[in-house]
């Protein structure tokens, strides 16, 4: 049985911190690819065209055999969400063990999820640490705790473990404020992304 990692997001743009959590999550599991699925309509964000996050993640993984972009959500209309992207690609890929890679900020908000007390019991979780409320390690810890126990009272039962990272606090927002600001953006997101950026004006509008 081939063990797959779906990577979901806006990725408006990829950014180092992404690409970090998906190498990590390669090796701790031993998975034999991570699939890249950027949201073509995000539930609660408004994002740069489709087609420019698409471009963008193929040129930040061409150099990596593991990683693939699916365009699964182009399949459907509406909101994407993460169950039918699970559902689609376990169509596509039958008789694999399936891990799902989030952010912890991302992975608190699972339990209010569409349909995601199903999802939560159809893959095993891979949590990234992220220091958007100045957590650590430990703190991450126990909050996926919480989590799971919220889930536990209503009979849903998770695997999840931590992947085994430094924190990194890069966020699309912070690339989106720098463009903004005319600020460099350079090693926060690969060469290839920030020229990509530059070549088609993107995040450079105030109002965005
Ligand atoms: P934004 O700043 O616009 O909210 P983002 O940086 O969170 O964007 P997304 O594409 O929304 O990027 O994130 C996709 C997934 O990657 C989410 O589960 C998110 O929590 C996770 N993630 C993003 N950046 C990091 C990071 N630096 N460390 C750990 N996880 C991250």
């Keep these: 049985m081939e063990q797959l990692a ?4 806006t990725f408006d743009p990829i950014h180092c911190g992404h690409l970090l959590v998906a190498e990590r999550a390669l090796h701790q599991v031993s998975l034999e690819k991570v699939i890249w699925v950027p949201s073509l309509n995000p539930p609660h964000k408004q994002a740069a065209l489709f087609e ?28 994407s969400y993460a169950i039918n992207t ?21 992975f608190q908000t699972l339990p209010r999820w569409y349909r995601g007390h199903e999802l939560a019991q159809m893959c095993d979780w891979l ?19 919480q989590v799971e126990q919220q889930l536990r009272e209503q009979l849903i039962t998770i695997q999840w473990q931590l992947l085994d990272i430094p924190l990194v606090g890069v966020s699309s927002s912070i690339i989106r404020k720098f463009c903004r600001k005319r600020q460099s953006i350079r090693y926060l997101v690969p060469e290839s992304v920030r020229s990509y950026i530059t070549n088609n004006n993107l995040y450079s509008n105030k109002s965005e």
């Design 6 to 9: 779906i990577f979901g997001g």
């Design 52 to 79: 420019h996050r698409v471009g963008m993640l193929q040129l930040a993984i061409e150099d990596n055999p593991a990683f693939t972009v699916s365009l699964v959500e182009t399949n459907r209309s509406g909101t």
């Design 86 to 106: 699970l559902i689609d690609l376990s169509a596509s890929y039958p008789n694999t063990h399936w891990y799902w890679i989030v952010g912890l900020d991302t």
């Design 127 to 145: 949590i990234a640490p992220r220091v958007l409320g100045g957590e650590t390690i430990t703190q991450s810890k126990l909050i996926c705790k």
